[in-house]
């Protein structure tokens, strides 16, 4: 299957770099989809932590999209009141836009 987001340069280049083809599952907006969702899972369910996952399902993975990916479209769509937290092994996400009330 071949991935119409990477170009035949693209290719090439890889190619001629690591002697090796360019692996045509990257780039497929899968990460990007996985940091959207988590926002979104968060937005339906304020005040709740929500875990932060990635479909590669490693540590690495989920810390990059917690830290990067997921701040990075919460800047660009300019979207507030989220806060992360690191739970053991992977982060969560939590939409904060109710001010929680003193007892």
């Known amino acids: 299957?071949?991935?119409?987001?990477?170009?035949?340069?693209?290719?090439?280049?890889?190619?001629?770099?690591?002697?090796?083809?360019?692996?045509?599952?990257?780039?497929?907006?899968?990460?990007t989809g996985a940091a959207l969702f988590n926002?979104?899972?968060?937005?339906?369910?304020?005040?709740?932590?929500?875990p932060i996952l990635d479909h590669y399902g490693t540590k690495e993975f989920n810390r990059h999209i917690a830290i990067e990916l997921t701040k990075y479209m919460l800047k660009t769509l300019s979207l507030k009141h989220f806060e992360f937290k690191w739970n053991k092994d992977h982060y969560t996400i939590k939409y904060t836009v109710f001010e929680e009330e003193d007892e």
């Open 1 to 31: 299957m071949k991935n119409k987001l990477i170009t035949d340069e693209e290719r090439e280049e890889y190619f001629l770099m690591r002697n090796q083809p360019f692996p045509e599952n990257r780039r497929s907006g899968k990460s």
């Open 39 to 50: 926002i979104g899972k968060a937005m339906i369910n304020p005040g709740k932590e929500i």
